[in-house]
């Protein structure tokens, strides 16, 4: 899926700013075809739950309605005209002036609907039904409860199976844009370490029009190293410059579709010449053996909630960068299509995770929840939607020379009966995808131990979440590391050809709660446990990566064990450091 971006050929308009918004009841009869009339000012990007007050608000279970006109100078109808959404969290339908047009489930990955059809010169009313309901055939997964009190009508909590507050609504951009009628429809392309690249283009192209590709060093030179025809190719350069985290250096293949008297498309698109592989000795990039250095982290801000906000974007990169890391996951859930491009020209790595968290209903993060144990496989009904959102986050990220690996789900019931062969089929599709073949592995948990995981054998390499010391011998650092170190010799003695990538590791720490004798919860523990961990890592060669858990301190629904969300973040929600950045920092920027 190509990125909507402007050429001389294709004009993108931004429909962000201010939407009508309305809450439905759970009964409210609603009606497409008639313009809202009882509604609230709401920012559309933006997570819609912290922009008014009360729980009620907030914590509302089901759909929702967003609402704006735009008007279109006939000039656009023209063309063909392509509504795109970022996201829409979880499920939508779309409508053009009272019409149906489009319907997507899955909240983390874009969608787009051809409306050329239902609009007029003039103004135009654009409607989104969106639906923020979690349960067994969802990603993420969670659970509808109805509740009885005495003397109160019946309502409806809907508890999620993750730990990380259900932000919902338009939490991307939205754009208009239009391509000439026959146009380019997407492209893949790829570059290895000694210059050799390949493309394919798909377009809906006639007899009469032909395809032709240049290769561009970045923007600014608009020297022409290849010149190819046709749909596919290939070709080579010399001395080419490596995409790397130190020099993040970005071509550009200018793929153009003209007919005998005009050109019809032209999009340009990046990308970079590198090999990211995983050996029995650890993790490679370009030939050299690489460590990975950095976090988990959320798209999380005070306000915008899980909205997109470019500012923060930057700042969290800038931040990572200044700490010395070269890597984060998208834990948990894919992040935006602009944060992707921002790693790219920023040579920050990332394993990119498809939504599937809380794929257990006998474990949650908060373990207030309850569920099934045992039953997660034969509960669960999200193997079709699974395999989707792993093709959909393929198509949109395959070209990114940031995304070295993706991971399949975090934290599933790998332990239980039945997810072998769930997963089985899952990581085949990513593999059959992938142009890039890129590595696969799922995160687990405390409960999926090198004699019970079921789905280590299909990783390429090992990621691990442990909390040794937090949720377990919490307080006693030097049995924690006990533990952890016999658990790691075990899975290397078990898998000795997978490296293993510390995924989460970590300890909620208050901001300006100190301690001499560091408690749990004082910024003095946090760093404790954090220099434990990484000393560990330190003596096991076969460790290639620690990402800490996590980046910044972010929300997650109420709870006694969670005091205004998590604080295991080593900066404060607003990006302020707690002790253990210090610490960190001084330990990622001498570390190569």
């Known amino acids: 899926m190509l990125y909507p971006i402007m050429t001389e050929s294709r ?7 201010v939407w009508n918004f309305k809450l439905l009841d759970r009964d409210e009869d609603y009606d497409a075809g008639q313009p809202l009339t009882d509604f609230v000012s709401m920012p559309v990007p933006c997570s819609y739950n912290d922009i008014y007050e009360g729980r009620s608000f907030r914590n509302h279970v089901g759909k929702m309605v967003y609402e704006r006109t735009v008007q279109l100078a006939g000039a656009l109808l023209a063309e063909r005209l392509v509504l795109r959404f970022g996201s829409v969290t979880h499920c939508a339908q779309v409508y053009i002036n009272g019409t149906f047009a489009a319907a997507h489930k899955g909240g983390f990955l874009p969608f787009e609907v051809e ?3 239902l609009v007029q010169a003039g103004e135009n009313r654009i409607t989104v039904l969106a639906d923020n309901v979690v349960d067994d055939s969802t990603l993420p997964c969670g659970r509808l409860v109805h509740r009885q009190f005495p003397g109160l009508p019946e309502s409806i909590e809907n508890l999620p199976n993750f730990d990380f507050y259900n932000y919902s609504g338009i939490m991307r951009p939205v754009v208009l844009y239009t391509t000439p009628k026959t146009y380019i429809q997407d492209i893949t392309v790829m570059g290895g370490t000694d210059g050799a690249f390949s493309y394919e283009v798909r377009c809906s192209a006639t007899a009469e029009t032909e395809v032709s590709v240049e290769l561009l060093p970045g923007i600014g030179d608009d020297t022409v190293l290849f010149c190819g025809r046709g749909i596919s190719g290939s070709g080579k350069i010399e001395n080419c410059r490596l995409w790397n985290t130190d020099d993040p250096y970005l071509y550009r293949l200018r793929v153009t579709l003209a007919d005998r008297e005009n050109v019809r498309d032209v999009y340009t698109e990046e990308f970079g010449f590198r090999e990211f592989c995983v050996r029995r000795d650890g993790l490679w990039l370009n030939g050299a053996q690489i460590y990975l250095k950095g976090f988990g982290k959320h798209e999380d801000t005070a306000v915008h909630g899980r909205g997109f906000c470019e500012a923060y974007n930057v700042k969290d990169i800038g931040l990572m960068k200044w700490m010395g890391a070269n890597s984060f996951r998208t834990s948990h859930y894919p992040y935006s299509e602009e944060m992707m491009r921002l790693c790219d020209r920023e040579g920050i790595l990332v394993i990119d995770e498809v939504p599937a968290v809380g794929l257990h209903t006998g474990f949650t993060a908060t373990g207030l929840l309850g569920g099934v144990p045992q039953g997660t496989w034969k509960t669960l009904q999200t193997a079709e939607h699974h395999a989707d ?10 070209n990114h020379p940031c995304v070295i690996a993706f991971s399949i789900a975090n934290e599933p019931a790998s332990e239980e009966e039945g997810a072998a062969e769930y997963f089985a089929p899952l990581f085949a599709l990513a593999r059959e995808t992938d142009p890039q073949r890129r590595p696969l592995t799922v995160v687990t948990y405390g409960g999926a131990t090198p004699e019970s995981c079921k789905v280590a054998p299909l990783c390429d390499f090992l990621m691990i979440n442990r909390y040794n010391g937090w949720y377990d011998t919490e307080g006693n650092m030097p049995g924690a590391v006990a533990l952890l170190g016999d658990e790691l010799e075990r899975f290397h003695s078990r898998y000795p050809d997978k490296p293993i990538v510390f995924g989460e590791f970590g300890a909620d720490a208050v901001a300006g ?8 919860f004082s910024e003095e523990y946090q760093e404790e446990f954090i220099r434990a961990y990484c000393e560990l890592s330190d003596q096991k060669s076969y460790v290639c990566g620690e990402h800490i858990w996590n980046f910044a301190d972010f929300a997650t629904a109420e709870n006694i064990k969670r005091v205004q969300g998590n604080k295991k973040g080593v900066f404060t929600r607003d990006r302020k450091p707690k002790k253990a950045v210090w610490y960190l920092r001084d330990r990622w920027t001498g570390l190569k």
């Open 11 to 17: 004009v993108v308009c931004s429909l962000d700013g």
């Open 115 to 117: 409306i050329g059809n």
């Open 389 to 398: 959102v792993i093709r959909d986050l393929i198509a949109r990220d395959k």
């Open 513 to 520: 709660l100190h301690d001499v004798t560091g408690d749990l």
